[in-house]
C-alpha cells in the first residue's frame, strides 16, 4: 500500500510575530513509523518546499498563506497512491487544510484520505461534517492507529474495530474507543527527516533563538496538568512518558553528524517533570561534548533549581521559557494551572544568574479576567524584569478546541464556530486581537497586552541599559539573541518576503 503524508501550507499574516518555520515533528514521526510498518511512504511538505513563497488569503485582512500553492502540492502527489494523510496540527489552519483536501479528493476521486493532529482530534465530527470530502479522523498520537487502519484497509478489514479511529458511515458519526497511550516512546523510530526538504529549514530563526542550524526535538509526550485552557487533554492525556536520556542524547549526536546542526529546540509540552532525568540528561550531553546548544521552548519551574540551572548552562542550554500565564491567586485556581509564582520567581533567579536567557509568558483575557488580575501579572513580570529576565509574552487568550475553556464558551453561546474564527486564532497579530473576556472589548484587550509588554521591558531596559543598546545591534544584524530581537528579526525578514512576493507577482 502506498500512502502520501502532507503537511499543508500556514495561514499567517504580514504582522505577525510567532513562531511559523517549524519542521514538522509529529507527522515526520508518523512517517517514519508507517516506512517501519512496510508501508511505501512518500511526503509532500508545503511550507519546506519553499518557505518564501506566499500566497494571499482574501478571507483574513492582511492574510497570506505561506508554501507552495494548493495546486503544486497536489501535483506532488504520487499518480499511484493508494492513501492520502493530512496533519492539520493548529485550527487556524483549518480552512486551508479543507481547501487542500477538497483539491485532493478533485485529484485522486478514489483514493482513502485521512487527516490527523490536534484539530482534528479536537474536533472530528466536525472536520468530517464540514469536509466530506475526508474518509477517517486519526485521534491523538497517529503511529499505531494510522499503521492498524491501514493494515485493516489492505486486508479488507472493517475500520470501526481500529481503536482511535472516527469517520461517518450512511451519514452517521463513528467513532471508535480511544486507543491506550504509548508509554514506550524509545520503540518509536526517530523522525524521517530524510523524506523532508530539512536543508531549507536550518537556517531560519524558529520557536527558539538564532544560535546557527536548528532543528526540533522532543524528549517526552502528555502533560499530568489539567489547564483548562489547554488542549493537551484530549490529544495526548494526563499520562507523561518520557524517553530514556539516552536515546534523546543519541538523536542530537546523529541530527549534528546528519544534518551538522548547531542547536535544538525542545517542543515537549512539560519538558522537565522529573528531576532526575534533566540531571542525567545534562550529564550526558556535558560527557558527550557535542557542541550543540539546546533551549526549552516552554518549562514549569518546580524542577529547576540552582543545581539544574547551573548544570543546564554547562550542559549547552541557553535559554528557558517559563508559563506562568497569570499573576493572579483567582485566575490560576481557574484555570487550574498549578504553579507557586514565588518558587519560579526564584528559579527564574537562578537561571539568570546561571547564565541562562529567560522569558516568561502571560495569558490577558481569560474570559472572567478582571483589570486586578491583569495588574497581577504586570506586577510579577515586572518583578521578573528587575530580578533579570529577558523577554515577555503577553498574549490574549485564544480559545483552543479541545480545552475546557472552548467548550465552556461554545456552551454558553460567546463563540461561532465557522472560518472567520478559525482564522481569528492567528493571535501572534496584535491588530486580529478577538476577545471572549466579559470584561474587556477587543480594543481595550490588544492595550492591555502591549502595555504589559512595554512595562516589563521600561523595567528591564532601566535596570539593564545596555540590553536596549543590544537589542539595536541584533536587529541590525538580523540576530536574534532574545525573544524581542528574534521576532523583530522574524517580522522583518518576513515582510520583505512578502514585499519580494508581490514584486514578483506583480
Given at each position: 500500500m502506498k500512502i502520501c503524508l502532507i503537511r499543508p501550507g500556514l495561514v499567517t499574516t504580514a504582522g505577525a510575530i510567532g513562531i511559523e518555520i517549524i519542521l514538522p515533528l509529529g507527522i515526520a514521526y508518523l512517517a517514519a513509523h508507517l516506512r517501519q510498518e512496510g508501508f511505501e511512504v512518500s511526503f509532500v511538505d508545503a511550507v519546506g518546499e519553499d518557505i518564501d513563497a506566499f500566497s494571499p488569503l482574501p478571507d483574513l485582512p492582511d492574510g497570506v498563506q505561506r508554501g507552495i500553492p494548493d495546486e503544486e502540492t497536489v501535483a506532488r502527489i504520487p499518480a499511484d497512491v493508494d492513501v492520502i494523510g493530512v496533519s492539520c496540527m493548529f485550527s487556524v489552519g483549518w480552512v486551508i487544510s479543507r481547501r487542500l483536501i477538497q483539491a485532493v479528493r478533485r485529484r485522486f476521486p478514489d483514493a482513502v484520505l485521512i487527516?490527523?493532529?490536534?484539530?482534528?482530534?479536537?474536533?472530528?465530527?466536525?472536520?468530517?461534517?464540514?469536509?466530506?470530502?475526508?474518509?477517517?479522523?486519526?485521534?491523538?498520537?497517529?503511529?499505531?492507529?494510522?499503521?492498524?487502519?491501514?493494515?485493516?484497509?489492505?486486508?479488507?478489514?472493517?475500520?470501526?474495530?481500529?481503536?482511535?479511529?472516527?469517520?461517518?458511515?450512511?451519514?452517521?458519526?463513528?467513532?471508535?474507543?480511544?486507543?491506550?497511550?504509548?508509554?514506550?516512546?524509545?520503540?518509536?523510530?526517530?523522525?524521517?527527516?530524510?523524506?523532508?526538504?530539512?536543508?531549507?529549514?536550518?537556517?531560519?530563526?524558529?520557536?527558539?533563538?538564532?544560535?546557527?542550524?536548528?532543528?526540533?526535538?522532543?524528549?517526552?509526550?502528555?502533560?499530568?496538568?489539567?489547564?483548562?485552557?489547554?488542549?493537551?487533554?484530549?490529544?495526548?492525556?494526563?499520562?507523561?512518558?518520557?524517553?530514556?536520556?539516552?536515546?534523546?542524547?543519541?538523536?542530537?549526536?546523529?541530527?549534528?553528524?546528519?544534518?551538522?546542526?548547531?542547536?535544538?529546540?525542545?517542543?515537549?509540552?512539560?519538558?522537565i517533570v522529573k528531576r532526575s532525568w534533566i540531571i542525567e540528561f545534562c550529564n550526558m550531553m556535558i560527557e558527550r561534548r557535542l557542541g550543540v546548544t539546546w533551549q526549552l521552548i516552554t518549562t514549569r519551574s518546580e524542577m529547576i533549581d540552582e543545581e539544574v540551572t547551573r548544570l543546564m548552562k554547562q550542559a549547552g542550554c541557553t535559554y528557558v521559557t517559563y508559563a506562568a500565564e497569570s499573576g493572579s491567586t483567582q485566575v490560576l485556581t481557574d484555570i487550574k494551572k498549578k504553579v507557586d509564582r514565588e518558587a519560579m520567581l526564584r528559579s527564574i533567579g537562578f537561571s539568570v544568574d546561571s547564565g541562562l536567557g529567560v522569558k516568561m509568558n502571560f495569558v490577558c483575557g481569560f474570559p472572567?479576567?478582571?483589570?486586578?488580575?491583569?495588574?497581577?501579572?504586570?506586577?510579577?513580570?515586572?518583578?521578573?524584569?528587575?530580578?533579570?529576565?529577558?523577554?515577555?509574552?503577553?498574549?490574549?487568550?485564544?480559545?483552543?478546541?479541545?480545552?475546557?475553556?472552548?467548550?465552556?464558551?461554545?456552551?454558553?453561546?460567546?463563540?461561532?464556530?465557522?472560518?472567520?474564527?478559525?482564522?481569528?486564532?492567528?493571535?501572534?497579530?496584535?491588530?486580529?486581537?478577538?476577545?471572549?473576556?466579559?470584561?474587556?472589548?477587543?480594543?481595550?484587550?490588544?492595550?492591555?497586552?502591549?502595555?504589559?509588554?512595554?512595562?516589563?521591558?521600561?523595567?528591564?531596559?532601566?535596570?539593564?541599559?545596555?540590553?536596549?543598546?543590544?537589542?539595536?545591534?541584533?536587529?541590525?544584524?538580523?540576530?536574534?539573541?532574545?525573544?524581542?530581537?528574534?521576532?523583530?528579526?522574524?517580522?522583518?525578514?518576513?515582510?520583505?518576503?512578502?514585499?519580494?512576493?508581490?514584486?514578483?507577482?506583480?
Open positions: 487527516i490527523g493532529g490536534e484539530h482534528a482530534t479536537a474536533m472530528p465530527e466536525y472536520c468530517l461534517r464540514d469536509t466530506p470530502e475526508l474518509d477517517f479522523v486519526v485521534l491523538g498520537e497517529g503511529e499505531h492507529t494510522t499503521a492498524e487502519l491501514l493494515h485493516t484497509l489492505e486486508r479488507g478489514g472493517d475500520p470501526e474495530t481500529v481503536t482511535g479511529v472516527a469517520f461517518l458511515r450512511d451519514g452517521e458519526y463513528r467513532v471508535a474507543p480511544p486507543r491506550a497511550r504509548e508509554r514506550e516512546l524509545v520503540s518509536l523510530p526517530w523522525p524521517a527527516w530524510d523524506m523532508l526538504p530539512v536543508e531549507n529549514y536550518l537556517n531560519n530563526v524558529t520557536a527558539g533563538l538564532e544560535y546557527g542550524r536548528t532543528m526540533p526535538i522532543i524528549a517526552s509526550r502528555g502533560c499530568p496538568y489539567e489547564c483548562t485552557f489547554c488542549s493537551n487533554p484530549v490529544m495526548w492525556g494526563k499520562l507523561w512518558r518520557a524517553r530514556p536520556a539516552e536515546d534523546v542524547v543519541a538523536e542530537i549526536e546523529h541530527n549534528a553528524r546528519t544534518y551538522n546542526i548547531t542547536n535544538v529546540d525542545f517542543f515537549d509540552l512539560t519538558t472572567d479576567d478582571s483589570l486586578s488580575d491583569i495588574l497581577a501579572s504586570y506586577k510579577m513580570a515586572a518583578r521578573a524584569a528587575w530580578r533579570g529576565a529577558h523577554d515577555v509574552g503577553f498574549f490574549p487568550f485564544t480559545p483552543y478546541p479541545g480545552s475546557a475553556l472552548f467548550q465552556r464558551l461554545l456552551d454558553e453561546g460567546k463563540i461561532t464556530i465557522n472560518d472567520q474564527f478559525f482564522f481569528g486564532l492567528a493571535s501572534y497579530n496584535f491588530s486580529q486581537i478577538r476577545s471572549v473576556a466579559r470584561n474587556f472589548s477587543d480594543r481595550q484587550l490588544q492595550f492591555l497586552c502591549l502595555t504589559g509588554i512595554a512595562l516589563f521591558y521600561l523595567v528591564s531596559f532601566g535596570r539593564r541599559p545596555v540590553r536596549a543598546w543590544d537589542l539595536l545591534l541584533e536587529i541590525l544584524r538580523s540576530e536574534g539573541k532574545t525573544k524581542l530581537s528574534a521576532a523583530l528579526v522574524r517580522m522583518i525578514k518576513k515582510r520583505r518576503g512578502l514585499k519580494q512576493a508581490a514584486t514578483a507577482g506583480a
